[in-house]
């Protein structure tokens, strides 16, 4: 039986593929530029990756394609109407790849981009999955605002041909996507990672829409907010990256200091208990937790330096993988980190946390518009944590508590607030179920 592994990046919400060919041999589907935990899986089976298949120019990450082929000679496999500027095989609909026993046959599929390919995975003429990328996914449909606002609507007409096209497969047939839970590209929350045709006729309600319009009208409605690195990766897949193993070389106080009077950003990626004991002035909190990548490259400036504050606790490489994979190359770290900055007995800050019975006066909501619609506070104020480098001049001037729905993302916010001289901020430990569990208050939901 054929073995097709997922290897799920947790914090960006999406899943590579390793597929065994049976011969020594493996194809690997959308694989990051973050290429550890594919060369663990295919060492530990004693497979060598032959082919890497990407679905479509991602935007929200890198894909690893480029340095596969470059280091292993790994065929690449893509469309011909991605016109990739690197050596690749550029595939039509209909098109087939021997893997040696199995066989690949490209589906054209656009919506979530222009060129996006659906790939057919056989066995002899029995299908056994499809690689859905960004067309179906489990529960939904990825979105089709990212190539450019204007055409939304009719991206939206194509994904619906595409997802029609694909549930024409046999309802055995396994579907394998690319996005899942936790991706920005419109996956539901808690969905699980892959499914089967026959799932998703019975279950996904873009498949059953009873017209064109009406899946128009509940994909678009889908659609939130996504970070600004969409708009700048898939024109750099387009090309290609090529990457040595990126790390954080050391830099001391003196020498940081100038970095960052010549226009870097300090981040601070300590737990938030540790931030707010003690940080930088100035400092941008974006904890390492999983989904550190996506705000890094929601929050921090892509075009200049970035010196990392990190424990000592804290894993340098993967701080460097995470920032690599979304087009994060130019780091350094504090040498010594905050132990190094109160020895040269230079200025700190500090934030207050508060408990969910500590909160008083105005409160600021930072969570996704979706989850603040689902229940917050009474009264509290809503801007979305991607929003407020903005909007910081639409926060009041005043003492403040800032939620979201654990206290990683609200110190973020807090640390932007703090940067643009609002001196009384707090912020929650936890989130809304907390403070109505706490206080016996009741949450507004709506916006």
Same mark, same amino acid.
């Given at each position: 039986?054929?073995?097709?592994?997922?290897l799920?990046?947790?914090?960006l919400?999406?899943?590579a593929?390793?597929?065994?060919?049976?011969?020594?041999?493996?194809?690997?589907?959308?694989?990051?530029?973050?290429?550890?935990?594919v060369g663990?899986?295919a060492?530990?089976?004693?497979?060598?990756?032959?082919?890497?298949?990407d679905?479509?120019?991602?935007?929200?990450f890198?894909?690893?394609?480029?340095?596969?082929?470059a280091?292993?000679?790994?065929?690449?496999?893509?469309?011909?109407a991605?016109?990739r500027?690197?050596?690749?095989?550029?595939?039509?609909d209909?098109?087939e790849?021997?893997l040696?026993?199995l066989?690949?046959r490209?589906?054209?599929?656009?919506?979530?981009?222009?060129?996006?390919l659906?790939?057919?995975?056989l066995?002899?003429?029995?299908?056994?999955?499809v690689?859905t990328g960004?067309?179906?996914?489990?529960?939904?449909?990825?979105?089709?605002?990212?190539?450019?606002?204007?055409?939304?609507?009719?991206?939206?007409?194509?994904?619906?041909?595409?997802?029609?096209?694909?549930a024409e497969?046999?309802?055995?047939?396994?579907?394998?996507?690319?996005?899942?839970?936790?991706?920005?590209?419109?996956?539901?929350?808690?969905a699980?990672?892959t499914?089967?045709?026959?799932?998703?006729?019975?279950?996904?309600?873009?498949?059953?829409?009873?017209?064109?319009?009406a899946?128009?009208?509940?994909?678009?409605g889908?659609?939130?907010s996504?970070?600004?690195?969409f708009?700048?990766?898939?024109?750099?897949?387009?090309h290609?990256v090529?990457?040595?193993?990126?790390?954080?070389?050391?830099?001391?106080?003196?020498a940081?200091?100038?970095?960052?009077?010549d226009?870097?950003?300090?981040i601070?990626?300590?737990?938030?208990?540790?931030?707010?004991a003690?940080?930088?002035?100035g400092?941008?909190?974006?904890?390492?937790?999983?989904?550190?990548?996506?705000w890094?490259?929601?929050?921090?400036?892509?075009?200049?330096?970035?010196?990392?504050v990190?424990g000592?606790d804290?894993?340098?490489a993967?701080? *460097?993988?995470?920032?690599a994979k979304?087009g994060?190359? !130019?780091l +350094?770290e #504090?040498d =010594? $980190?905050? &132990?190094? %900055?109160? @020895?040269?007995?230079l200025?700190?800050?500090?934030?207050k946390?508060?408990?969910?019975?500590?909160?008083r006066?105005?409160?600021?909501?930072?969570r996704?518009?979706?989850?603040?619609?689902?229940?917050?506070?009474p009264?509290?104020?809503?801007?979305?944590l991607g929003d407020l480098?903005?909007?910081?001049?639409?926060?009041?001037?005043?003492p403040?508590v800032?939620?979201?729905?654990?206290?990683?993302?609200?110190m973020?916010a *807090?640390?932007?607030l703090e940067?643009a001289?609002h001196s !009384?901020? +707090?912020? #929650?430990? =936890? $989130?809304? &179920?907390? %403070?109505? @569990?706490?206080?016996?208050?009741?949450?507004?939901?709506?916006?």
């Amino acid at each position: 039986m054929t073995e097709v592994l997922a290897l799920v990046d947790e914090g960006l919400g999406n899943s590579a593929y390793l597929v065994d060919l049976g011969d020594g041999r493996a194809l690997v589907v959308d694989v990051s530029l973050d290429l550890r935990e594919v060369g663990r899986a295919a060492q530990h089976r004693g497979l060598s990756v032959a082919f890497a298949a990407d679905t479509h120019l991602h935007a929200d990450f890198l894909s690893g394609a480029r340095q596969l082929s470059a280091t292993e000679g790994t065929r690449v496999l893509a469309s011909a109407a991605g016109h990739r500027e690197f050596n690749h095989e550029g595939l039509h609909d209909g098109d087939e790849v021997d893997l040696g026993g199995l066989l690949l046959r490209a589906l054209v599929t656009p919506g979530h981009t222009d060129e996006h390919l659906s790939f057919l995975l056989l066995d002899g003429d029995r299908p056994l999955g499809v690689f859905t990328g960004g067309s179906l996914i489990v529960g939904a449909a990825a979105r089709t605002d990212l190539v450019a606002p204007e055409r939304t609507e009719e991206l939206a007409r194509a994904q619906y041909a595409s997802l029609r096209r694909l549930a024409e497969l046999p309802d055995d047939v396994a579907v394998w996507p690319t996005h899942g839970a936790g991706s920005f590209c419109s996956a539901p929350p808690g969905a699980d990672r892959t499914s089967t045709i026959g799932r998703e006729k019975a279950s996904n309600p873009l498949l059953r829409a009873p017209d064109e319009e009406a899946f128009v009208k509940e994909l678009l409605g889908s659609l939130g907010s996504y970070p600004p690195y969409f708009r700048r990766l898939g024109e750099i897949n387009r090309h290609g990256v090529l990457t040595g193993r990126p790390g954080l070389p050391p830099l001391d106080v003196r020498a940081a200091r100038r970095l960052l009077a010549d226009g870097a950003r300090l981040i601070d990626v300590r737990p938030l208990n540790e931030f707010a004991a003690g940080h930088v002035p100035g400092a941008l909190s974006i904890p390492l937790r999983p989904v550190f990548a996506s705000w890094l490259g929601w929050l921090a400036p892509h075009d200049r330096p970035l010196i990392v504050v990190r424990g000592a606790d804290q894993d340098s490489a993967e701080i *460097a993988w995470q920032a690599a994979k979304i087009g994060y190359f !130019d780091l +350094a770290e #504090l040498d =010594g $980190g905050m &132990d190094a %900055w109160t @020895a040269a007995e230079l200025p700190t800050s500090t934030i207050k946390l508060v408990g969910p019975t500590e909160v008083r006066g105005p409160v600021l909501d930072i969570r996704q518009s979706a989850e603040f619609a689902s229940g917050h506070l009474p009264g509290a104020q809503h801007v979305e944590l991607g929003d407020l480098p903005g909007r910081v001049d639409d926060v009041p001037q005043e003492p403040l508590v800032v939620m979201c729905g654990h206290g990683e993302r609200a110190m973020g916010a *807090a640390s932007l607030l703090e940067q643009a001289g609002h001196s !009384d901020v +707090a912020v #929650l430990t =936890g $989130g809304p &179920d907390d %403070w109505a @569990a706490a206080t016996g208050g009741r949450l507004e939901s709506g916006r």
